[in-house]
């Protein structure tokens, strides 16, 4: 991961090609805090490839401003992507095609990338090979394919710390379905009964 001398050496980068916009500051501390920020939202990105992604930016950048960070995280996303050679939609159900074709309905076909088997399994392996309509399956799986790239995409750009927040509210979420007195205060709640509810259960000694 990106050690401070990596964003000392990006910034500088940035301070050479944007020599009239790029400012870390007028103070030592203006400089600083520009410096800890930068740090702060970049440390989780790999060195090299945090280089790599300031200078596409700044080669390929159709107008003369520097970049957001934001925008770097999302240079460092695609450039990501393209290591991992994703393949297109139209790729995608080309390999999906083969895989029909090699194994069948009722083996289990394998794909090289992650993304492209959980799109598989979404449709359902059985019913894609056993389906008559190829061409509605077809359009189907590419927008469902092109989504999950961009979702993807998303997951890549956004911090750890996001990631952890919204993996952490998803499982509050599953321990709240899975609890009956959770799906009795909802329901209760719902339909407007709220004083019902909480007098029924102090009568009945339920102080939770």
């Given amino acids: 991961m990106a050690n ?3 964003v000392s050496e990006i910034l500088k980068m940035l301070l050479v090609a944007y020599p009239d916009r790029f400012k870390l500051g007028d103070s030592d501390e203006d400089r600083e805090l520009v410096i800890n920020t930068w740090y702060a939202f970049m ?14 930016f700044i080669s390929t950048a159709p107008h003369n ?3 957001t960070i934001s925008e770097i995280r999302q240079q460092a996303a ?6 991992r050679k994703i393949p297109t939609p139209e790729e995608a159900w080309g ?4 895989q029909m ?19 598989v399994s979404r449709f359902g392996w059985r019913n894609l090979c056993l389906s008559e309509n190829e061409v509605a399956d077809r359009a189907h799986f590419m927008r469902a394919y092109e989504s999950a790239l961009k979702e993807d995409q998303i ?3 956004q911090l750890p710390i996001v990631t952890e927040y919204i993996e952490g509210e998803k499982k509050l979420l599953e321990a709240d379905r899975n609890n009956p007195m959770d799906e009795e205060r ?10 019902h509810f909480l007098t029924d259960h102090l009568k009945g000694g339920d102080r939770a």
């Fill in 186 to 195: 909802r329901a209760a709640f719902d339909t407007g009964e709220r004083i």
């Fill in 155 to 157: 997951t890549l750009r």
């Fill in 78 to 83: 695609e450039i990501t992507r393209q290591a």
């Fill in 65 to 67: 401003f520097p970049p």
């Fill in 101 to 119: 074709v090699e194994v069948g309905s009722y083996k289990t076909p394998r794909f090289d990338y992650p993304i492209l088997a959980q799109v």
């Fill in 4 to 6: 401070a001398s990596d």
């Fill in 43 to 56: 440390k989780d990105i790999p060195g090299d490839l945090l280089k790599a992604s300031v200078a596409r």
């Fill in 95 to 98: 390999l999906v095609r083969k």
